[in-house]
Structures are given as C-alpha cells and as structure tokens.
Nanobody
C-alpha cells in the first residue's frame, strides 16, 4: 500500500487548507482500510488529528481540531481528505496520512499499518 499526501502550504492564521491523501497498491482495497491524519511539529511527537472508517460512516477528531477540521473520503478515487478551517499557528506541522486494516477506528500512531511521506503545513500569525 502506498499513500501520497499533498496540499500543504503556507497560510495566514484564520485561513483554510485542504489536504489530500491518495492510496494505491496491488494489495489496497478501499473497503478494507480506515484512514487517519496525524501531524508532527518540530521537537514534538507525532499526534493524532482525525480518522475515518472504511465507508465514511464514523469519524474521530482530536479535541484541538474539533469544529475546525473535517475528514472525509472518496472511495471511488481511493482518496481521503482533510479540510482545515480557522487555522492557527499551533497547527503548523508536517501532516501525515495513514491506513489501518483493523476493525476499530484507531487514534494512535501504533494502530496504523501504512504511512505517507508527509506534507508541510505552516500557519503564520
């Protein structure tokens, strides 16, 4: 399974960005995988941001992004998205997408089997 994240960039505080994560690979079957977004700021551990189950029916968010970020997926395109509104400087980080084949929606790093390369999001004050 390969995951390709894109959409990062530089934005002013209060602005918006949308991230995309395209999944591919011979073993990837869209209905087998829950998807998640994590982020890692310099000097900090990677942290959970949002997750969505295989059919989009369940989502989970970190408290720090609830009400501002939205995760959704388009299984026809094998792509998961993260819409980020009302961005704050503390949202600055490298954002990673991840895929997990377990039944339970995972909110921790060890719960995921596959990871993308990350995309930088920088929010200026």
């Amino acid at each position: 399974v390969q995951l390709q994240a894109s959409g990062g960039g530089l934005v002013q505080a209060g602005g918006s960005l949308s991230l995309s994560c395209a999944a591919s690979g011979r073993t990837f079957r869209r209905y087998d995988y829950n998807m998640g977004w994590f982020r890692q700021a310099p000097g900090k551990e990677r942290e959970f941001v949002a997750a969505i189950n295989w059919n989009g029916g369940r989502t989970s968010y970190a408290d720090s992004v609830k009400g501002r970020f939205t995760i959704f997926r388009d299984n026809a395109k094998n792509t998961v998205y993260l819409r980020m509104n009302s961005l704050k400087p503390e949202d600055t980080a490298v954002y990673y997408c991840a895929a997990d084949s377990s039944l339970k929606l995972q909110v921790v790093v060890p719960g995921y089997d596959y990871w993308g390369q990350g995309t930088q999001v920088t929010v200026s004050s």
